[in-house]
């Protein structure tokens, strides 16, 4: 596009500019409308470098009905610290002039603006640079070059962004030594953008890099609402992602700060339980901020920084540094640039710059406090009236404080890198310049381009030493001085370097801070200030995030039984090997205990002497029995069936010592089938008393002679053959599946165990057992039944029938009760119902006889057994 269409272009922009009309002869013509610039400070040259600067910050508001035409515009609040980097880009250009081996046939000149921090001034600024100031251009004019080829600034992102898109499209080269906005990374979008300030990228990776170190797992984030805050955060946002680190609030400092915004702003800083604080912010957003935070109070919080107001010495006033002390961020590189400091101190009212430079009046009456080339006679002033003879002292403003030579510096490596993109141009050999056929560019008619071009190749080293170049994003390599607010004793803030963070180098050393020189804020003293959400949950615990908050946010639950966790934050619980389990604290995997009812158990103590005593019990009987055989009551028993009946019960009391013990594979196959045997041997000698007592008394009645085919021979047939059916189903039992020992996990309250026992192996020839046991019990229970209404002194069938009601009490209740035990106590529930039955047996048959037999002899004789 030719500059004539550039030209027009401007009439379309809502800023004053130029616009294409009609000149008085008739002719085509630029015509000036107005000046968009509010103050600038020029010098000619041979090449003059356009500067933007905000001096002041605070720009008119613009008028929006177009009724008349804007003159000059007027900003307010000036800023010191702007105006220092302004002479800076003096100070670089006149030492650049000055040095015999830079340029030495060049003379730079410069025009720098003020941009009163706002994006259509700065806009207007720029486009009047490019476009030069006479009142009119005429149309063979219009191709002409522009008079400033290549632009420092601007300082905010924002603003750099709405220039670089506007003079992009004509490769007019921008270097800004403040935009640091990672959006102006792109190479597409702004390919004639360069900077001198590191891209926020690098800063943002530097912060997580330093939130993550320092445990710092809870944070809230404040920023500007412009592309530097926003960018800046959300660059963070990506960084901290799977760092573990979690945002607690983001809020956003609006450009026109109302006193309601700022008190909810930070009342939720206030409220919130993180103590870390991320300020995205440029310095009139962080005062604006910091005010409302000094006058409520907030003295529990630790700052972090970003470049923009890190070294902001506005924010660091002894008013500020309760709340302020121990503040960490990530400062520019400092640097010492020789002899700048008096070129700042330079300044007089009455010498040649004042006539040149309006912003000097501005500075000399904000510096001293009073009124300059004012007479206070016709406008009353509270100030008192400047001499003009105060002298500036290095370090007593703002503007002359050349300690923290920081944005100074970008702007002087701003300088020195277009100054050797000019250099380079100078050098370029006839016939192998990089453009058509092999051209150099003309340094009588430099072309914005052109600069452009050889910026992207500039390669050197500053007068104070550091490597200057751009990278294909026109980004330099980044550098950081991690800074820290100490207070003196004094009472004021000093800027502490305690680290630093470099692109450049491996990843292992880009990041370093030296925690013993760190002052942290919040009221931590030595001690790194914590902030989390959630504490980190002990060993034997996991987390569990809380539901609809950050993964920070948890709460701590206890490990499942067999799992545990031995470190401090752990996120999930580990199983415990095969064999092991988990302590009662679940912080360790030990050996499962192997628990089996044994001899050296209290309740295995308490049932074998049981056992022991019902065997004891049956042996006495027995004796008692044997020593009184041939008494009348004896003998009306059946003499032969109790001994019989005496000894399978005591092979029942003693099977019961079978269960007691480590299980074994043949004490497994003995207890189930010495049990079976033993219980069938014991009830089918009972089922053949009961029928030998019904048939005896039915055989007394006439025509009736049964008692011949129940002889005493054909009794232990009967017995045999029941006992050996109950044989038969063990052997096939034991043959098929036997019982064997195995092993099953047990959850009592004691902890995890490992239950040694017996598998029964075949359910159904467990089930056969049993279940053949209760048919002989149920046959014998019926029989004895019908036998109930036999003579009082001989009711044996009533015995019979109790001890037999018992039996099936019993081994009906041992059914849900086996199941419902745990672990060994399911043995000792079938301990107990073998003793219990056996033990209702013995004294329902044996105890009214033996008492009888011992106590009551007089009623063991025929005559009284004979009787009613």
């Excluded at 013509?29 to 470098?49: E, F, H, K, Q, T």
């Excluded at 001198?196 to 809230?220: N, Y």
């Amino acid at each position: 596009m030719c500059l004539c269409g550039w030209l027009w272009l401007l009439c379309c922009l809502p800023i004053p500019g130029y616009v294409w009309g009609q000149s008085g002869d008739g002719g085509g013509a630029c015509r000036l409308m107005a000046n968009p610039i509010s103050g600038s400070v020029y010098r000619a040259g041979d090449v003059v470098i356009g500067g933007l600067f905000p001096v002041h910050v605070e720009a008119p508001l613009p008028e929006q009905e177009f009724r008349s035409i804007e003159g000059n515009v007027t900003c307010t609040i000036f800023y010191q610290r702007a105006y220092r980097w302004l002479q800076t880009m003096i100070f670089a250009v006149e030492e650049i002039n000055r040095d015999p081996a830079l340029l030495p046939n060049l003379t730079l000149g410069f025009l720098a603006a003020d941009t009163c921090l706002a994006e259509g001034t700065t806009l207007g600024a720029a486009l009047a640079m490019v476009t030069g100031q006479e009142a009119s251009v005429a149309g063979e004019e219009c191709g002409a070059n522009p008079e400033v080829p290549v632009i420092i600034g601007d300082a905010r992102s924002s603003a750099s962004i709405v220039v670089a898109q506007t003079l992009g499209p004509f490769d007019l080269p921008m270097v800004s030594y403040f935009a640091s906005c990672a959006c102006l990374s792109d190479n597409w979008r702004y390919p004639s953008f360069f900077r001198t300030i590191p891209s926020d990228a690098f800063q943002a990776r530097g912060m997580a890099r330093l939130l993550h170190q320092l445990g710092w797992e809870w944070v809230g984030l404040v920023s500007g609402d412009d592309d530097y805050g926003k960018f800046g955060v959300q660059m963070l946002l990506q960084d901290l992602q799977g760092s573990g680190v979690c945002v607690a609030y983001a809020e956003v400092i609006p450009k026109v700060p109302s006193q309601r915004r700022m008190k909810y702003i930070v009342d939720t800083i206030r409220g919130s339980t993180a103590r870390v604080v991320v300020t995205f912010a440029i310095s009139q957003d962080a005062r604006a901020l910091m005010e409302e935070v000094v006058r409520q109070n907030i003295t529990d919080k630790q700052w972090i920084a970003s470049e923009a107001w890190v070294t902001y010495s506005t924010l660091s006033s002894p008013k500020n540094l309760p709340s302020l002390a121990g503040t960490i961020g990530f400062a520019l590189k400092k640097a010492v640039i020789p002899s700048l400091g008096p070129f700042l101190t330079r300044l007089r009212p009455d010498g040649d710059d004042q006539k040149s430079d309006p912003f000097l009046r501005e500075l000399w009456e904000e510096i001293f406090g009073c009124s300059l080339g004012i007479d206070l006679s016709i406008t009353p002033s509270s100030r008192r009236q400047c001499t003009g003879s105060e002298v500036i002292g290095e370090g007593e403003s703002q503007y002359a404080d050349v300690s923290q030579l920081r944005a100074s510096y970008n702007v002087y490596k701003a300088v020195y890198a277009i100054a050797h993109a000019i250099q380079d141009m100078v050098a370029c050999p006839p016939g192998e310049g990089p453009f058509n056929s092999g051209q150099c560019p003309d340094i009588r008619k430099l072309q914005p381009s052109q600069i452009a071009h050889y910026l992207r190749r500039v390669n050197f080293s500053t007068p104070v030493g550091d490597l200057i170049h751009f990278d294909m994003n026109g980004n330099p390599p980044a550098s950081y001085d991690i800074i820290n607010w100490h207070v003196t004793h004094e009472g004021t803030a000093e800027f502490v370097q305690v680290g630093h963070f470099l692109s450049s180098v491996g990843v292992d050393d880009q990041f370093h801070i030296n925690m013993e020189k760190v002052v942290w804020g919040g009221g931590s003293g030595d001690e790194v200030p914590v902030s989390i959400c959630s504490a980190a949950c002990p060993p034997g615990t996991r987390h569990a995030v809380q539901k609809g908050r950050p993964v920070c946010c948890f709460d701590c639950l206890s490990c499942a039984e067999g799992e545990i966790s031995n470190t401090t934050g752990s996120v999930e619980c580990s199983r415990c090997p095969e064999r092991f389990w988990s302590n009662p604290d679940r912080t360790a995997c030990v050996p499962q205990l192997v628990d089996f009812l044994s001899y050296s158990d209290t309740m295995g103590v308490i049932l074998s002497v049981i056992s022991v005593s019902g065997a004891t019990l049956t042996a006495g009987a027995m004796t008692t029995f044997f020593y009184h055989r041939h008494t009348p009551l004896v003998k009306a028993n059946n003499s032969e069936l109790s001994f019989l009946l005496l000894l399978s019960l005591k092979l029942c009391f003693l099977c019961a010592l079978v269960f007691i013990g480590r299980p074994k594979p043949w004490t497994c196959m003995l207890r189930h089938t010495l049990f079976g045997i033993s219980f069938v041997f014991c009830i089918s000698c009972l089922l053949s008393r009961t029928v030998v007592v019904l048939v005896a008394f039915r055989a007394t009645l006439p025509g009736e002679n049964l008692m011949r085919y129940f002889s005493p021979a054909q009794q232990r047939m009967g017995i045999s053959i029941c006992t050996l059916i109950q044989v038969l189903i063990c052997v096939l039992w034991l043959a098929l599946a036997p019982p064997r020992p195995a092993e099953r996990g047990d959850r009592e309250g004691r902890g995890p165990r490992v239950v040694l026992e017996c598998d029964v192996g075949s359910v159904v020839g467990f089930s056969l057992v049993l279940g053949y046991i209760g048919l002989l019990a149920s046959l014998c229970l019926l029989l004895a039944f019908l036998a109930r209404k036999l003579p009082d002194n001989f009711n044996e069938a009533k015995f019979i029938t109790f001890s037999m009601l018992i039996f099936c009490a019993v081994w009906i209740s041992f059914v849900p009760a086996y199941v419902s035990s745990p672990g060994k106590y399911t043995v000792a529930v079938e301990i107990f119902a073998i003793l219990a039955s056996s033990f209702g047996l013995l004294f329902c048959l044996f105890a009214p006889k033996c008492f009888i037999i011992l106590l009551r002899p007089e009623r063991n004789t025929k005559k009284h057994m004979m009787s009613k």
